[in-house]
């Protein structure tokens, strides 16, 4: 059975920096990730420089990252555009992105502007043979009013799916946003998982305790994001399950969130995070 690889995410203007921290750590792939808009960030001559950097050491990047709201801003879905249609000059196979949203729109009001929008995106992964992958983050939003991302939930899935099918349109799976929500990642991966075409390395801690005295709407945090090993999920059984599934794609643990291993601690977490995860592949 093919082994699930583990790589990490590294953001655009740093890859060049960091790739032979990440390669020289063990590291198997990485996600090449910009926040919201890619900044001129050129594609064509960065790839060429990590590809010396990356020799035949085995190393792939495996995916490109543009977490935008393409349904909003023009700008922001041409980017999404040339991301797709030139990820392969790294190589990679997959484009993870929001699901976007439309100010003052419920999620159900922005299904129609999905469809348009990523009916064309589709069509453009599909000729370039690239998958796009919804990140579930909810983005501090919620049903009735979205902040740039619609696709945080399994009710919100199965309407995008049903708007835009093709096999070409996936999740990129991250647990920690799923306990934020409270639900089971576990459960909800058993159902999911054949739409799963790329997932994050994250996890999280939730604290019953104080919601069961406050709630958890009431402006202050009840989940703390943690790297792969310090939270609640199984990772495991995560990799078990995705095996089960037939994913054959890796998972790029995402940083530069936990509250302990940051700042100058947070390769240190992450190396952590990356011996945890490959201990985990092993057993299972």
């Not at 619609?150 to 647990?175: H, K, N, Q, T």
């Not at 495991?236 to 643990?253: A, H, K, P, R, V």
């Amino acid at each position: 059975m093919k082994k699930i690889k583990i790589g990490t995410c590294i953001k655009g203007n740093e890859l060049l920096t960091q790739l032979p921290e990440v390669i020289a750590s063990g590291f198997e792939t990485a996600e090449l990730y910009f926040n919201d808009f890619l900044g001129g960030f050129d594609f064509k001559e960065t790839a060429k420089k990590a590809e010396e950097i990356i020799g035949d050491s085995g190393f792939r990047i495996s995916s490109i990252g543009l977490y935008c709201n393409p349904l909003q801003y023009e700008e922001r879905k041409k980017e999404l555009e040339y991301c797709i249609e030139n990820a392969h000059m790294f190589g990679a196979g997959i484009v993870g992105t929001f699901a976007g949203s439309l100010a003052g729109k419920s999620v159900e009001g922005a299904i129609p502007e999905f469809k348009k929008v990523f009916s064309e995106l589709v069509k453009r992964a599909e000729n370039a043979d690239i998958k796009i992958g919804i990140e579930n983050a909810h983005m501090y939003g919620h049903w009735y009013l979205p902040t740039c991302n619609i696709g945080f939930c399994p009710r919100s899935w199965e309407m995008m799916f049903d708007a835009v099918d093709s096999d070409y349109l996936g999740l990129e799976w991250e647990p920690s946003h799923q306990l934020e929500q409270l639900m089971n990642p576990i459960e909800q991966l058993k159902t999911w998982s054949s739409k799963i075409v790329h997932v994050h390395g994250k996890d999280a801690t939730v604290d019953w305790n104080h919601i069961k005295k406050n709630g958890a709407w009431f402006g202050e945090s009840y989940c703390v994001h943690r790297f792969p090993g310090l939270g609640e999920c199984d990772w495991s059984e995560i990799i078990s399950i995705l095996l089960n599934s037939g994913y054959t794609e890796d998972i790029c643990i995402e940083g530069f969130h936990d509250p302990v291993f940051n700042g100058d601690r947070e390769m240190e977490g992450q190396i952590n995070a990356l011996h945890y995860l490959k201990d985990c592949r092993d057993r299972g």
